[in-house]
């Protein structure tokens, strides 16, 4: 009886822990049957096209788009360049900025106390709320785009630091502490490394962030962007640029996610087998 008991809790544990390329196909086949049910709404003619267009037609229009041909006197590949550059600036600023304040945020209960009423202020506001300020203060420019984009993904990125720096285990704290370890030390070899997961976790939920700023970001005088693209097609009626736009920014967003994913799981190992 403990024998079958055992079996099932090791079934349940390894569906659980797919392997990556069982947990792939699974992803594709969800992809597919969403695209049968998007093809068979067109096809029998459920919605129009001006509401929905066929998924081939979404197809041509994105290599119409790649093409020469363009949209908005830009290529896909310009407006991609540009939506990424904004994206990336932001999220290295956010990175290189937020990781420290978070640290010492959860390291000084001083710093905590002046900068987190701060954070936990700015941060439920929606981004299209303070792009007039933005505007105001910082022209129509790169600089007020990519700082947009940059506030929206400093927060989470922020306050994960601070919880990974508090949720140090006090044992190991205290076991370093008395084999006569510096501060620094403390900080390097035994905060930062179990800090880690929770950092890395913020960078991700501050990129998914950082997308969906994107499309306001890019309403400050743009004439290049993933999202002014979509807005201008949504201006013109023109849906299945929208369509294609959405695909673009979705598929890409994806890949970065997949991307800090592996690094997650390359510079913290250990975190997944706790899990």
């Known amino acids: 009886?403990?024998?079958?008991?055992?079996?099932?809790?090791?079934?349940?544990?390894?569906?659980?822990?797919?392997?990556?390329?069982?947990?792939?196909?699974?992803?594709?086949?969800?992809?597919?049957?969403?695209?049968?049910?998007?093809?068979?709404?067109?096809?029998?003619?459920?919605?129009?096209?001006?509401?929905?267009?066929?998924?081939?037609?979404?197809?041509?229009?994105?290599?119409?788009?790649?093409?020469?041909?363009?949209?908005?006197?830009?290529?896909?590949?310009?407006h991609l360049t540009a939506s990424l550059t904004r994206i990336l600036v932001a999220l290295f600023a956010a990175a290189f900025i937020g990781i420290p304040v978070g640290i010492a945020m959860g390291l000084n209960s001083t710093v905590r106390g002046i900068l987190d009423p701060l954070i936990e202020l700015y941060r439920p506001v929606p981004p299209l709320a303070y792009l007039p300020l933005m505007i105001i203060?910082?022209?129509?420019?790169?600089?007020?785009?990519?700082l947009l984009i940059y506030l929206a993904i400093f927060a989470p990125v922020a306050l994960s630091a601070m919880a990974g720096v508090k949720s140090a285990q006090q044992v190991r704290l205290r076991a370093a502490r008395s084999l006569g370890?510096?501060?620094?030390?403390?900080?390097?070899?035994?905060?930062?490394?179990?800090?880690?997961?929770?950092?890395?976790?913020?960078?991700?939920?501050?990129?998914?962030?950082?997308?969906?700023?994107?499309?306001?970001?890019?309403?400050?005088?743009?004439?290049?962007?993933?999202g002014f693209?979509?807005?201008?097609?949504?201006?013109?009626?023109?849906?299945?640029?929208?369509?294609?736009?959405?695909?673009?920014?979705?598929?890409?967003?994806?890949?970065?996610e997949l991307g800090l994913r592996a690094l997650q799981r390359r510079l913290t190992p250990w975190h997944g087998e706790q899990r």
């Open 137 to 146: 203060w910082f022209g129509i420019g790169e600089t007020s785009k990519i």
């Open 181 to 226: 370890a510096s501060r620094w030390q403390v900080l390097w070899l035994v905060i930062l490394p179990g800090a880690l997961p929770e950092i890395l976790t913020g960078l991700r939920i501050g990129l998914g962030v950082g997308w969906s700023t994107l499309v306001a970001a890019e309403l400050i005088a743009a004439t290049r962007g993933l």
């Open 1 to 78: 009886m403990s024998l079958l008991i055992h079996d099932k809790v090791a079934t349940r544990r390894a569906w659980l822990h797919l392997p990556f390329s069982r947990q792939l196909t699974l992803s594709f086949i969800t992809l597919a049957i969403l695209t049968l049910i998007w093809w068979s709404v067109t096809a029998f003619g459920l919605l129009g096209p001006l509401f929905l267009p066929a998924p081939q037609q979404v197809l041509q229009k994105l290599f119409a788009i790649a093409s020469p041909q363009g949209f908005m006197d830009a290529t896909l590949w310009q």
């Open 229 to 256: 693209m979509v807005q201008s097609a949504g201006e013109f009626l023109a849906t299945d640029v929208v369509l294609a736009g959405i695909a673009v920014i979705a598929i890409i967003a994806f890949t970065l």
